[in-house]
Structure formats: C-alpha cells, structure tokens
C-alpha cells in the first residue's frame, strides 16, 4: 500500500483484527486544561485504535466564545460533489468520507477554564489501520521545523527532495519513524518560499505606504480576492504592510465578490440570494444569527467545508 494512502486503508483481515471497541463509558468525563490538550489527546488515542482524527464542528455562546468543540474520525461526513467535474484532466482523489460517526464533544466547565468530554461514541462503520500503518495517517503526519530547516539547508546546496527524504529517513530509522511523507517535506517547503516572498512584499509595501502616507494622508488601497494563489499571498502581505503603517485602517471586503464565491462553492442560485439577503440586511448581531442559522439549516449546508 502506498504510504501516502493510509487514511483511505481498505478492509482486509488484518485490518479487522485491529480493536474497534466502543470506549465511551471510560473518556466521558475526561478533564483538559485547554481545548489544544483535549485535541492532543483525541489526537493519541485516534492514533492507538488505528483512526485519523480531525476537528470538527465549533459552537460559540452569545458573547462568541467557543463553548464546545467536536473532535471526529477523519471520515465523518461526505465528499461535497463538485461542479463542472466531468471534464477534468487530472484524476479524482481517492474518496476518504465514509459518514463515520465516531467523536468526541469537549464542553468548557467554566471552572478554571477546564474542558470536559461530553459526549463520546467510538464506533466506526469502516476498517481501522493497522499499527503499521497508523504513522502515515494524516494526523499523525507532521513536518518539525529541525527537519524543515535541515531539508532547507540541504537544497541551498543543490539536493533534490527525494534525496532529502531519504536522508531524513535513514536518519531517522526508516519511513515508519520519520513521521512524514514525501509530499508533506514538499509542501512544507513550498510554504517556507512563499513565506520569503511575501515577507520581501511587506518590506517593499511598507516603504510605499510609509512614503504615500506623508505624500497624501488622504490616500486609500482597494484589492479584492481572487482564487490565485499567488494573489492570495499578495493580498496577505498587504494586509500586513497596511496594519504596520496605518493601524487604525478597516479592512472591508467586497460583497459582489463573496456572492461570486457563494454561488462557485454551494452553486444553488436559491442560497446565494438567501446569502446575499442576510449580508445585505441592517439586522443586529442576534437578528442576524437567527437568519443565518435558518439560511444553514433551511439549504442544508451544516457540514459544508
């Protein structure tokens, strides 16, 4: 099996012999310190019983605190079918949802800002990996910034990726100790190059605006979002070249261009109204809530990412 396709195992015998037992009764109750040390340790035990966890749904009382959080398989849910997919030229991922139902609920007790588990159901509806195999899950997958700055400094003289991986994992003892894959030690590079661009695009944006500044007070930067990338990247160091020059700047987005982005996303031209009504409606904050949530509710689009 290829190592990059743990969270997509599928059933064998082996597989089924790996312990799926219903262990609600024990984690209900569970205290954390923090909802980071509640996600760490959903994290650990998905690790043991052979699953991918992610997190899940977050709910905030009046105020906008959160006051639960959802910890799940990583196979909760469905795939969202996408349009215009017929013709495309690259290959369909492999589908990983299965609308697993395994989970935890963390609810703050309000009490020295603990966390408990509230509700928990630990029974999956597809096979769990193998202990073998559970270092490639997604979850478990994580590149350290000592690795990252090794492999950095490994390219600055001109070595591939694979031969850095290759490094990394014969020091590390083989593929099962590294604790990444090859495509993780490439992403995490590739952040590390667009994190220099836009670091010289702060620099550079900061210099304009400072000299814009004492040159018109009056003066004011419009951009919108785009789906590119490298837009996006532009757009951040923008963002931040503005707060350092000009703290007190509001930031306004462009409601035509979140409508646009509605309408690609959900393509139900009777939500993007709905959408639009709610964004465009001098309501008050609760008001608001109340529409939205009926909006959510009404078009069934709780669990859209």
């Not at 800002?113 to 630990?122: A, G, N, P």
């Amino acid at each position: 099996m290829d190592h990059t396709d743990a969270d997509n195992v599928k059933p064998t015998e082996e597989c089924n012999k790996v312990h799926n037992v219903d262990e609600s009764d024990i984690l209900v109750g569970k205290l954390f310190s923090s909802r980071d040390q509640a996600w760490y340790f959903y994290k650990e035990f998905a690790r043991e019983h052979g699953f991918s966890a992610r997190r899940g749904t977050t709910r905030l009382d009046m105020e906008g605190n959160v006051k639960t959080q959802e910890f799940c398989c990583s196979k909760e849910g469905f795939r969202v079918s996408k349009v215009n997919t017929v013709d495309r030229q690259r290959a369909h991922t492999p589908i990983t949802r299965t609308g697993c139902k395994a989970r935890i609920v963390v609810t703050t007790t309000n009490t020295n800002d603990q966390w408990v588990i509230s509700k928990s159901y630990q029974k999956h509806n597809h096979a769990l990996c193998t202990p073998a195999m559970t270092p490639f899950m997604r979850s478990n997958r994580d590149v350290s910034k000592v690795d990252i700055d090794e492999a950095t400094t490994l390219k600055e003289v001109g070595v591939g990726t694979s031969q850095v991986m290759n490094y990394l994992t014969q020091q590390a003892g083989g593929y099962h100790n590294v604790g990444f894959t090859h495509k993780d030690l490439y992403n995490a590079l590739q952040r590390g190059k667009a994190k220099e661009i836009v670091d010289g695009d702060v620099n550079a944006l900061i210099a304009y605006f400072d000299y814009k500044k004492h040159d018109d007070p009056g003066f004011f930067v419009t951009y919108s979002v785009d789906e590119s990338g490298a837009l996006h990247n532009l757009i951040w160091a923008m963002q931040r070249a503005i707060k350092s020059v000009i703290p007190n700047a509001k930031h306004i987005l462009c409601s035509w261009h979140i409508s646009r982005n509605a309408q690609a996303n959900i393509g139900d031209p009777k939500f993007t109204a709905a959408f639009s009504k709610c964004m465009v409606s001098w309501w008050t904050t609760d008001e608001f809530d109340i529409q939205w949530r009926s909006v959510v509710s009404e078009f069934n689009v709780e669990k859209h990412p």
